[in-house]
Structures are given as structure tokens and as C-alpha cells.
């Protein structure tokens, strides 16, 4: 308890001395507020960027996605391959009955690119053969009209759902697109549904600009019209509850088994190890980006430890005299080290307001207008700095504490 009242006095006087320099003060802490404040700044722009991972992962399924992919059919069942049809619609039907853990399944087949032109310009667009579910996967809404539905699979209809940029191009403002028509490979293809248009802004770009820029049709009549077989490449599949991703997986293997007649000719891919590959990935921004910053705070750290043996060779008469008076070396000990730790403590304080105008001016050149501070990166970075104050204090504290009183008082 005595020790704790000799530092919290220690630590009044340590913020008279550092009031009545103020200029030796401000050098000793301008070290600690630029690190800290580039740390939280730092901390700030990589959670931003992990942010934006993140989102991109989740817009690709997230950790509930599983893929079904075709490969080639192993040595050892080469002479046997002919048994199994390969990878099929038809898969896509047998793993959604069979497998209760699956919530959305669809295969994908690419058609071709359209170029086509509108009212508004001319344009690009890559045409998929899906199921309904597909867009659902993809994190989209219908904004007009409808989806694709099993009927349209079933009868083999000629529709199609577009995206926003389709529309954007090809028609007048205020034109309803539903019940018109678009034209793939010579097809006539009537729109039952408009995309809702996907932005998120990264660096003045639109990521999900893609997923504007599509046409959708039903796969099985693109089977029929443009392969002539009911063949898939991919077959995607969410499942309902990630808790549950590894008996769904063990669930579509052993349907594929059974369909396919043992034959490995596919694989089944989940997004664990895109998961583990982000995981890792965030950890070495934070590491890297995080370390160069603490090199900014040891160097603030240093820079006290100077400043603190400067001011002891100025004060060494006036420890002379609070010894001679009766002052033990614990208490010369704890006053220098809370003086450390009091400027160390200020400049963390400092250095967090200078971050979050930092970060508030990089929003601008970074397109980050939702980038923020994070809370755990400002504590962080004030226990860090305070930590450097302990031990850039500890040195020039025990120096103060053993020096001789006679000596000290004969120093002029």
C-alpha cells in the first residue's frame, strides 16, 4: 500500500516536472505519439482490409459453400471409367433429395459471351445455364419479376434473368424489360427477371461489378439447344448449417459414390482451406504492418530513456539533497519511473488523437468512407506505449536510485 501512495505521488510529481519543461517534454514524447499513433493508424487501414476480405469470402459463399467438380478418373479405375456419366444435372437432382443437410444446389455451365447493344451503349455479357438456387448462392435479389424456377427446368423454358447493367444498356429510363426479349447464339430468350444492382466501392471500383454484368437461363435448356448432353463441370451447394459441413460433405460423397458407380471421376472442394488461407493472411498483415509500427514506439522509447539520464545528470544535486533528507532509494526509484511512465502515458494519449484524424483523412485516398478506429487497436496501442515507458524508465530510474548521496550533494 506504501509503495502504491510513494508512485501515485510520484506520479504528481512526475507531471509538475514534465509541466515545468514542457519543451524537453514534448521531444522526449514526440517519439511515442508518432508510434503510436502510426500503429493505430496502421491497425486501422488492415482491419479495413481484412474487412473487405472477409466480405469477398462470405459473397463467395462463405464457409457453408461446398463445390462438386469434375477430375480426371484415377490410373487404377481408367479401364472401368465407362461406368459412371461423368459429372451431371442429373447429379445436381440425386444430391438434393438425398442429402437433407443441402439448403441450395445448382450447377453452372458457361454458354457464351453476347455482345450486345442497347438504347444506352454496347456491352459484354457472359450467359450461365443454372438453377434458381445459383442466384440465391450468389448473394442476389431479384429486383423485378422472378427467378428461375424448377418449371423452367423441367419444360426447358426460353427465359432468362438478366442483370442491372443489361438493362441500364438496352433500355430507355423507365422501360419495363419484363416480357422482352434477349437474343443468345440466335435464341430468343423472354426476361422474367431483373438482378438488383451490386456495388461496393474498393479504390473508386465497383467489386461486385461482375455480378451486374450476367444473363441466367435455365441449364437444362441450355443443355439441350448448345451441348447436347446433360454434362457439368461444377455443381454448387450450400449447406444449411456450417456446424454440420463435414457430414455434408461425407453425405453428397457417398451419393456421388452410388451415382457414379465408385468411380472418382469428381471431388468435392469446401472453402475450410480458403478460410485457413484468409485466417493466415490477416495474420501476417497484422504482424508485419504491426511490427513496423512497434519499431516507431521502441524508437519513441529510446528517445525517454535519453531525455530521462539527461534530467537526472541535471538533478543529481537534488537527489543528494531528498536522500540526505531522508529519502530511501525506492522513493528517488519510483519517481523518476512514474515521470517515465507519465510521459509515455501522454504521448499514447496524444498519439491516439493524432490516429483518429489520420484515419479520417485517409478515408479519402484509400475510398474507405465507412474506416474506423477500432477500440482494441487504440488500448493496444496505449499499453504498448505504456509498457515502453516502464522499461525505457527502468535504467535511468535504478541510476538515479543507487547514486552515493554524498557524491551527489558534492555535484555541481
Known sequence: MHLIMDFIVGISNGFAEIMSHKIRSLLSMIGIILGCAS??????IVENTLKEERRAFEDMGGINLVQVQRQEVPAE???????????????????????????????????SWENMRGKNGRGWFPVYGIFGDNIE????????????????????????????????LMFGPGENPIGKFVRIKGALYQIVGVLKEQIRMVNNKNVLRGKNRVIYIPITTAAMRYSGTRDTNIIYIKVADANYLSDAVMQIENTLNQTHNGIQDFTVKTAESELEKLKESELK??????????????????????????????RIREIGVR?????????????????????????GLFGMLLSIGLVYILRIPLDAPDMSVPLN???????FSLSIGIISGLYPSVRAALLDPITALRYE
Open 377 to 383: 487497436a487504440m488500448i493496444d496501442a496505449l499499453l
Open 137 to 168: 448462392m450468389g448473394k442476389m435479389e431479384v429486383e423485378q419479376g422472378r427467378s428461375l424456377c424448377e418449371m423452367d427446368m423441367q419444360t426447358y423454358s426460353s427465359v432468362a434473368v438478366v442483370g442491372y447493367e443489361y438493362v441500364r
Open 39 to 44: 500503429l493505430v493508424a496502421t491497425m486501422s
Open 77 to 111: 479405375q481408367a479401364d472401368i471409367a465407362s461406368l459412371s456419366k461423368g459429372l451431371t444435372i442429373d447429379d445436381a437432382y440425386s444430391l438434393r433429395y438425398s442429402v437433407p443437410l443441402i439448403e441450395l444446389i445448382s450447377p453452372q455451365n458457361w454458354v
Open 285 to 314: 498483415k497484422q504482424l508485419s504492418l504491426g511490427g513496423i509500427a512497434l519499431i516507431s514506439l521502441l524508437v519513441g522509447g529510446i528517445g525517454i530513456m535519453n531525455v530521462m539520464l539527461a534530467a537526472i545528470n541535471e
Open 323 to 347: 536522500k540526505a533528507l531522508g529519502a530511501r532509494s525506492i522513493d528517488i526509484f519510483i519517481q523518476f519511473l512514474a515521470e517515465s511512465v507519465m510521459i509515455s502515458f501522454l504521448g
